[in-house]
């Protein structure tokens, strides 16, 4: 799964629904081996410990994969250490790349691969769980106005999410710094002030800023930030009373949003969290049953 603007609605909702009942207490294992290797180039930890625990649990081989030690440090390309593990025995591979787009260059690799996330391109992954924790809540997606709040342009989660939500059916909304909003997204959803998308969304995802990904240094204070563009407590009591806060983390806390509001009433973050490790068994599951392996459910 690379990105999901590749998968059809049917398809996402299929997806989604299989996370759900994981989430509900159903088990799967592989029916055979199988064998998977995690290459994250970028530091995580959400993503990462979450898809090998969503391994695990689906009875497949985590095999270790060390990037720092490996043969891309003598300067073997990404294709040639796919094409390695490969050869080897791997049958797919969940990669997390600083480069937008990794995956154009594997074009001709046999095995299964997970994007968990390329540069500022996709995190098909995160936006499954956020689906699952929206679906959870709310139980459709049409209709839904969801407010996209951030560091937008540089974020793959924004650019996931606001694709697949407009899809689905709801009413995208985006805010922020205006340089940090690409008007290509506009095809997705309408850009507000925060402070008038917070009196509409029922869904207010807030993004980190994505410094790694900045030419420039931010010049305003943490302090600055969360004053022009974070979700203040004063903020909050303009939301509608049923609205919740979701963040796909790391959360900045008194940068993006007030410390306190992260474990507020309507904060649905650490569920976030929760979901996914459902999000990625479900998806791991749909790549490995397109090349053929089997699952048997366990009563």
Known sequence: MIKLSRLSTDSISGILSEALDFANGKVVKAKSDVFVANLFFEDSTRTKVSFEIAEKKLGLHLVQFDEKKSSINKGETLLDTIKTLEAIGINVAVIRHQQTRYYDELKDARLALVNAGDGVGHHPSQAILDLMTIKQEFGDFKGLKVGIVGDVKHSRVANSNADTLRRLGAKVYFSGPVDWFDEAMLVNGTYLSFDNLLKEVDVLMMLRIQHERHQEKMKLTASEYLKKY??????????????????????NRGVEIDGDLVECKRSRIFKQMSNGVYARMAILKYVLEKQSFEFEEIK
């Open 230 to 251: 974070g979700l203040t407590k004063e903020r909050e009591k303009k939301m509608k009373p049923n609205a919740i806060i979701m963040h796909p983390a790391p959360i």
